[in-house]
């Protein structure tokens, strides 16, 4: 399979890329935007919105055949920003969930607290019929790449033993292991949080 990797572009599908953030996380998305459709309709204004952590500039995709074989975020230094997120609820006249603010205040505390400094890889999946072809491989190599002489963080659910495996085989090691979101009003979920550290120089 011959892959591309670049940043979402406006031309781009966006129906698609929201369907896949949504997909990669079975807790904070649902919590965020209530249904799928409701979703759908938020993160597709929210790629177009420049204070949005969902903005185009922060995904990139892996395409095959001019299709979106799949998505990864890159995080540098981005800002958790409620107020836009809440706007495009408005705007696009969808009821904020009553779980909202509790994956606000995760977000909040993540991005503005946890993750302030050092790049971040986060919502990496690949599309279904894409599977098992080396697209996320693709990604993580090419994250790796753009990352340059910064380490390179991400978190992942304890139990997903596929993917910690794969982050292994790219040079990723558990730093901690910790409690993460595990949906509203439910109790936390065992994660861990991994590493790419970037070649010394000298």
């Not at 500039?57 to 836009?84: C, L, M, T």
């Amino acid at each position: 399979m011959e892959l591309e990797f670049r940043r979402v572009l406006k031309k781009d599908d966006y129906r698609t890329i929201a369907y896949l953030i949504y997909h990669t996380d079975p807790f904070i998305y649902s919590d965020l935007f209530g249904d799928y459709e409701s979703a759908e309709r938020v993160i597709m204004r929210l790629l177009d919105t420049e204070k949005s952590i969902f903005h185009r500039n922060n995904y990139y995709v892996a395409i095959s055949n001019e299709d979106i074989a799949g998505i990864a975020a890159f995080y540098n230094k981005v800002e958790w920003d409620s107020w836009s997120v809440e706007e495009a609820f408005y705007l696009e006249s969808v009821k904020i969930p009553e779980s909202f603010s509790a994956a606000s205040e995760y977000f909040d505390f993540t991005f503005n607290h946890a993750m302030k400094f050092g790049v971040n890889a986060c919502n990496i999946i690949v599309a279904e019929k894409c599977r098992r072809h080396g697209v996320a491989s693709f990604l993580l190599d090419n994250l790796i790449k753009i990352s340059g002489k910064m380490d390179l963080e991400l978190n992942v659910l304890a139990n997903n033993t596929p993917a910690i495996e794969l982050y292994k085989k790219h040079g990723f090691e558990v730093i901690k292991k910790f409690k993460d979101y595990g949906g509203y009003k439910n109790d936390p979920v065992d994660c861990f949080n991994m590493i790419h550290e970037a070649p010394k120089e000298g």
